[in-house]
């Protein structure tokens, strides 16, 4: 699928009338598709490589060892979450096969040792293996938090706000990061077993970067028909959540898309790993039509939520009942 791709750095570099630019060209990719391909996002790549690379380490662990780490609550918010808990397409389609990833989840890593935990009022599990890992999550959240700040700010302009009119709402920002493993697949997916079912994200922006295996994002268009989205070296996905769509009364997508499986004629491995982060305004804020997605011809379509209310209802709604023993 052909995803505009945004080049960031005019934006954080540049003057009034660069932002300007950017602010419109990253508008019309999430009114035209609700995704955008970023670069110049200002993430150091060293930094990209080492977090994927000790995850990596982790995931290769044995099941045994990742349930050390797993949540008592059995929830998607924090911790690891073994195969055959979640089903993300629950949300819109009822009873439907597992997903066939596992994921390593931490939960408002960045309010870590202020006196606050995590966003489901738990602490995040930090595993001991390997050992450069708990350091490498810390300096990632760092650098997904300042994006999450250039974002706010970007949103606000492509939506014909001042600049800083979401600060509030993300002074202390709701951030989930999610590493998700997507194992080889040496057995056949049950009939209409995904990688990861076709979803609309719940929250505000998520932040994916993929790597290069194959068996990776899909998007479906207007009509219906699924398109494989390539990757882009050193560059971030950016798509709209449903919280997100509502916030902007429909005037961004929120997209359906999904995680295939790998052909199943390939050879050698076709394990994937993606990190992910989603991004929001602080749980506790109310969201409701912002004031230049409604006018008397276009009045609000959305009640107003308070927006970690809205999103536990979604994680809850897509976990399957009983875990793997």
């Known amino acids: 699928m052909d995803i505009p791709v945004v080049d960031l750095a005019p934006f954080i570099q540049g003057d009034a009338k ?3 630019r950017v602010g419109r060209a990253f508008g019309q990719a999430f009114e035209n598709t609700g995704f955008a391909v970023v670069v110049g996002h200002g993430v150091s790549e060293r930094l990209a490589t080492d977090t994927y690379d000790a995850m990596k380490a982790y995931f290769a662990q044995s099941t045994a060892v990742k349930l050390v780490d797993s949540p008592p609550e059995k929830t998607k918010g924090r911790g690891y979450l073994p195969m055959g808990i979640e089903s993300v397409a ?11 990833c596992e994921a390593l989840v931490f939960s408002a890593p960045h309010r870590e040792g202020q006196g606050s935990e995590g966003q489901g009022s738990r602490p995040n599990i930090w595993p001991e293996r390997p050992p450069q890992l708990g ?11 300042e994006l999450t700040g250039h974002l706010a700010q970007l949103s606000a302009l492509a939506l014909d706000l001042p600049e800083d009119y979401l600060a509030p ?16 697949q040496p057995e056949p997916p049950a009939a209409g077993q995904l990688r990861y ?5 719940y929250g505000g922006l998520t932040i ?7 068996g990776g994002l899909e998007i479906c268009d207007r009509s219906g028909r699924w398109h494989e989205a390539g990757v882009v070296p050193n560059s971030f996905v950016i798509n709209v959540g449903d919280l997100m769509s509502r916030w902007t009364n429909g005037r961004w997508r929120s997209t359906l898309h999904r995680v295939s499986n790998p052909d199943r004629g390939l050879t050698g491995s076709t394990a994937r790993l993606s990190m992910v982060a989603f991004t929001g305004p602080n ?12 006018d008397s011809e276009h009045p609000a379509q959305y009640e107003p939520v308070i927006a970690g209310a809205y999103i536990r209802a979604k994680l809850t709604e897509s976990m399957d009942i009983a875990p793997p023993s």
């Open 197 to 201: 079912g076709a979803h609309h994200d």
């Open 169 to 184: 709402w993300y002074a202390d920002p709701s951030l989930t990061l999610r590493f998700v493993h997507y194992p080889d």
């Open 18 to 20: 660069s932002r300007s």
């Open 208 to 214: 994916l970067r993929q790597d290069q295996a194959p």
């Open 283 to 294: 749980e506790n804020s109310e969201v409701a039509c912002l004031p230049s997605c409604c």
């Open 90 to 100: 629950k949300t819109l389609s009822g009873a439907t096969p597992p997903d066939l």
């Open 135 to 145: 350091r490498l999550v810390e300096a990632w959240c760092g650098s997904i938090a």
